[in-house]
Structures are given as C-alpha cells and as structure tokens.
C-alpha cells in the first residue's frame, strides 16, 4: 500500500450543482488529487477503485455538501 487513505469531498458551486473530488493521501501526508467531475457515482467508483493501493474510504460528501448529491438535476 503506497497511502494512508482516500477522500471522497464536494462543494457546491453557484447554482448548488455539485463538484465531487476524490483525493488520495500518500503514507507521507502527501495528497494526489485521483478525479474530479459532477457524478457521485462515479467518484465512489473511483475511490473504490483506489482502495488496494491508498486504503480505506472516507467519504466527507455528507459534511462537505449540504444538498442531497444523488437528487434529480
């Protein structure tokens, strides 16, 4: 394993549309940003992805978006 975890953020933009990011944390503290774009979907699928080789999820969306993320645009 070459990180310590994963990090699954969003925020919104002006018109609350969600930007998600997923960001890997190397074992030196280093983040690496791995994907950003507007589906949840697929930044967890990113993220899980990535598990193997920077370990565990923690998905921050709840905290970081105030908005339901999988609501109908």
Same mark, same amino acid.
């Given at each position: 394993?070459i990180? #310590?975890?994963?990090?699954i #953020? +969003?925020?919104?933009?002006? %018109?609350?549309?969600?930007? $998600? $990011?997923? #960001? +890997?944390i190397? @074992?030196?503290?280093?983040p690496i940003?791995?994907?950003?774009g ?8 990113? @993220?899980e992805?990535?598990?193997? %080789? $920077?370990?565990?999820?923690? %998905? ?5 978006y105030? $908005? ?5 645009r």
């Amino acid at each position: 394993m070459i990180g #310590t975890h994963i990090r699954i #953020t +969003a925020l919104a933009g002006d %018109d609350r549309r969600p930007e $998600f $990011f997923v #960001t +890997a944390i190397e @074992a030196e503290g280093i983040p690496i940003s791995l994907w950003q774009g507007s589906s949840y979907e697929r930044a967890i699928l990113i @993220a899980e992805k990535a598990r193997e %080789d $920077f370990g565990p999820v923690y %998905d921050y969306v709840p905290e970081t978006y105030p $908005f339901d993320p999988l609501r109908e645009r």
